[in-house]
């Protein structure tokens, strides 16, 4: 059996995550039109509702306390919540409703027309994670997920408004390349809101 030196292991490494990254890269029209959707919201007075399970749980946790408070002094602090976070409220849904539904009870008695749901799941094949998502579609929440892969069956989804998708198979790769998405949402969408003649003279008058 042949074995890779260290050296050319930690190479590959950095080349895997080179890739994904540079993939992102490419997509950046995608992801400055989401940032600029979700700047609209947070401009018209709406909140951020993050979702994901196990790891990804922990980055909608990431995600909300970045908007809630910024880590730049400076910048304005915007409504956000991780309703992931309530282990509470999850197993009170999960024991009555099934697990499927943790994310998507919560999106509709949190969620208004002028929220944004963010839901993250690494492969794209959470079901809970996707009927959130879903839920938030059927009240007018603005739609954005974090998927890894393919996409998976997010990525078919007609329910989410803006698929941000790691162009990777590595679980840790796509965690790693979704906290830097997460972190250009958070900075594109203060510039949008700095800035908010670029969000067109329709949603500024």
Known sequence: ???????????????????????LAEDSGRVALACRDMAIRFHRGGKLIAFGNGGAGT????VAVEFMHPVIVGKRALPAIAVSNDAAAITAVARRQGLCQVFAHQV????TPADIA???????ECVD???????????????????????GMLGD?????????????????????????????????????????????????
């Open 1 to 23: 059996m042949t074995v890779t030196p260290p050296v050319e292991r930690v190479g590959q490494a950095f080349a895997r995550r080179e890739t994904a990254g540079r993939m």
């Open 59 to 62: 980055d909608a946790a990431h």
């Open 108 to 111: 509709r008695h949190w969620g």
């Open 118 to 124: 963010l839901g993250i799941s690494a492969d794209g």
């Open 129 to 151: 994670v996707l009927r959130g998502l879903q839920a938030g579609h059927e009240l007018g929440l603005l739609t954005v997920a974090l998927t890894g892969g393919d996409g």
């Open 157 to 205: 989804s007609p329910a989410i408004d803006h698929l941000l998708t790691a162009q990777s198979d590595d679980p840790a790769v796509v965690k790693e390349v979704h906290v830097t998405m997460y972190h250009i949402l958070w900075e594109l969408v203060h510039v949008f809101l700095e800035q908010p003649g670029l969000l067109g003279p329709e949603v500024i008058r």
